[in-house]
């Protein structure tokens, strides 16, 4: 079991940079899939970016190209940097772990980190 903690957001304008992390507890965290998704008021919960344990990565296409995730399984974090931030990635980000056990599927949520990106 793992328990992921964010940082890291804030407010930005358009145009910058804001690098979140995620730190999660726990000794298995190279066993787990980690993934960022948000939320923006009104708005289902989206996958922004997921990592495998193997380091294979898949991006939402509104993201692709301005966002990067990455992980450090010698300190149990994962990464989103986050480059030409646009108005409408406001939302608040989230991070998840993911792991298969015998079949079940575990998914372990942080509590989120608010970034807005001001026009």
């Known amino acids: 079991q793992v328990q992921p903690v964010e940082s890291g957001g804030g407010l930005v304008q358009a145009g910058g940079s804001l690098r979140l992390s995620c730190a999660a507890s726990g000794s298995s965290f190279s066993r787990h899939t980690m993934a960022w998704f948000r939320q923006a008021p009104g708005n289902q919960r989206e996958l922004v970016a997921e990592?495998?344990?193997?380091?294979?990565?898949n991006y939402a296409d509104s993201v692709k190209g301005r966002f990067t995730i990455s992980r450090d399984d010698a300190k149990n974090t994962v990464f989103l940097q986050m480059n030409s931030l646009k108005p409408e990635d406001t939302a608040v980000y989230y991070c998840?772990?993911?792991?298969?056990?015998?079949?079940?599927?575990?998914?372990?949520w942080g509590q989120g980190t608010q970034v807005t990106v001001a026009s």
């Open positions: 990592i495998t344990s193997d380091g294979i990565t």
């Open positions: 998840n772990a993911k792991r298969f056990i015998w079949g079940q599927r575990r998914d372990y």
